[in-house]
C-alpha cells in the first residue's frame, strides 16, 4: 500500500502486507543488506513513524462517512454534464487498485465532436490543471476521492465548458 494517497502518510513509503514467507523474500533486499537492490529504498525513522501515525488515523477515520463523500462529489459532476446530449456518467469502482468510487464519462464522440483523449489532454492543459485517471479509453475517468473541498464543482465546471465548447 502507497504511504500517500488513501491512508494519508508519508508520500516516500508504503505498507508490505501479505503472506508470510513473500515478506521474508522481500525484506533479504532491505537495510542493512547493503548489496541488494532494496537498499537504496530504505525508509528513515521519520517515516516510519509518519506510516504508524497514518495508520492509526486510518484505523479511526469514518470510512462509510468517506464513501458518502465521495459519491456526493460524483453527483455534483455528473450533474454538471447531465444535459449535454450523448452524455453518460456511472459510477464504478476499479478492480485493481484504488478500490473507491470513480465516475466514468462516455458521449457520442462523432456528435460531440471531441474524442475522450482530446477531452483529457484539455483537462490537463487547462487552468486549473485536472488529472483524469490514465489510461481510459473511450472514456473519460474521473478519481474523486483525492479531491479538496469544491474541486469536484471545479471539475464539473471544467468538464462541461469543454464538451460544450467542442463544436
Not at 462517512?65 to 456518467?89: C, K
Request: hydrophobic share 40%.
Amino acid at each position: 500500500f502507497s504511504g500517500g494517497k488513501g491512508l494519508c502518510g508519508p508520500q516516500s513509503a508504503g505498507l508490505l502486507l501479505g503472506q508470510r514467507d513473500l515478506i521474508a523474500a522481500a525484506r533479504i533486499n532491505g537495510p542493512p543488506n547493503s548489496d541488494t537492490i532494496g537498499r537504496g529504498m530504505k525508509v528513515n525513522k521519520e517515516e516510519m513513524l509518519g506510516m504508524l501515525a497514518a495508520v492509526e488515523l486510518y484505523l479511526k477515520r469514518d470510512h462509510a462517512a468517506d464513501d458518502r463523500e465521495w459519491r456526493r462529489r460524483i453527483g455534483v459532476i455528473s450533474r454538471a454534464i447531465s444535459t449535454i446530449p450523448t452524455v453518460t456518467a456511472e459510477t464504478y469502482v476499479p478492480e485493481i487498485a484504488n478500490h473507491v468510487p470513480h465516475l466514468r464519462i462516455r458521449w457520442d464522440e462523432k456528435q460531440l465532436r471531441i474524442t475522450h483523449a482530446e477531452a483529457q489532454r484539455k483537462l490537463r492543459e487547462g487552468e486549473p490543471s485536472i488529472e483524469p485517471v490514465p489510461g481510459g479509453r473511450g472514456e473519460l475517468a474521473i478519481g474523486v476521492w483525492m479531491m479538496q473541498p469544491g474541486d469536484d464543482k471545479i471539475v464539473g465546471r471544467r468538464i462541461r465548458e469543454i464538451l460544450l465548447s467542442a463544436g
